[in-house]
Every structure is written in structure tokens, then in C-alpha cells.
């Protein structure tokens, strides 16, 4: 199993900017495929982007051109840069991962993070 801890969330005025980070423990996670998905109060939990071990990416098309999914293979670390925000976007944000290819699906990821609050006022 995966350890992952997210960072970064705040509160930040709509247009502006945040930056998350997801640590892993994993020493092959480098191999692994890792997403953002977030959950806003009152809904369901929503895939946002995901990056395979390859660096391919996906994302919701809420946030393209928006958010960018990155990886550092050498730190174990995953990132989500999110540009633009929109009162929307507030929710909380949870890095996962999976051994398996990518998904879309939050079924097919098997480690999470504890999640990290992100709010976008006006």
C-alpha cells in the first residue's frame, strides 16, 4: 500500500492560483499512474486529472487549459497547478494511485490521500 499526502490548498480569490502536492511512499512510484479528483460539499466526488508513469495526461474538461498534472519521479511527488480558479473549483481535493493503468473511475485507484481543502471566493 501507498501513503500519499497532499499539500497546498488554501483559500485563494477567483482568477488566482494554487499549486497542490501529493508525497508518496512509494519506492515504485515511479510505475504507478496518479490523479486529482475532488469533491465538492453535496456532490459526489469527481475525477479532475490524471498522469500515467509515462507523463500521458487527461483531464476533466472542466479544467483543461486550466490545471496541469505533473510528476517528479526522483521526489515521488505528484503536482496539480491550477490557474484560473473559478468559484466552482472550490472542494476538497484528493491525490490517489494506482499500480494498473489509467482510469477515469475513482474505483480503479487503490491508495488515497487524506485530501486538502481548496476555496475560491469572489
Known amino acids: 500500500q501507498v501513503q500519499l499526502v497532499e499539500s497546498g490548498g488554501g483559500l485563494v480569490q477567483a482568477g488566482g492560483s494554487l499549486r497542490l502536492s501529493c508525497a508518496a511512499s512509494?519506492?515504485?512510484?515511479?510505475?504507478?499512474?496518479m490523479a486529482w479528483f475532488r469533491q465538492a460539499p453535496g456532490k459526489e466526488r469527481e475525477f479532475v486529472a490524471t498522469?500515467?508513469?509515462?507523463?500521458?495526461?487527461y483531464y476533466a474538461d472542466s479544467v483543461k487549459g486550466r490545471f496541469i498534472i505533473s510528476r517528479d519521479n526522483a521526489k515521488s511527488t505528484t503536482y496539480l497547478q491550477m490557474n484560473s480558479l473559478k468559484l466552482e473549483d472550490t472542494a476538497v481535493y484528493s491525490c490517489?494511485?494506482?499500480?494498473?493503468?489509467?482510469?477515469?473511475?475513482?474505483?480503479?485507484?487503490?491508495?488515497w490521500g487524506q485530501g486538502t481543502q481548496v476555496t475560491v471566493s469572489s
Open positions: 512509494a519506492r515504485t512510484f515511479s510505475l504507478y499512474t
Open positions: 490517489a494511485g494506482t499500480s494498473t493503468a489509467w482510469s477515469l473511475a475513482s474505483s480503479d485507484y487503490d491508495d
Open positions: 498522469i500515467t508513469w509515462s507523463g500521458g495526461t
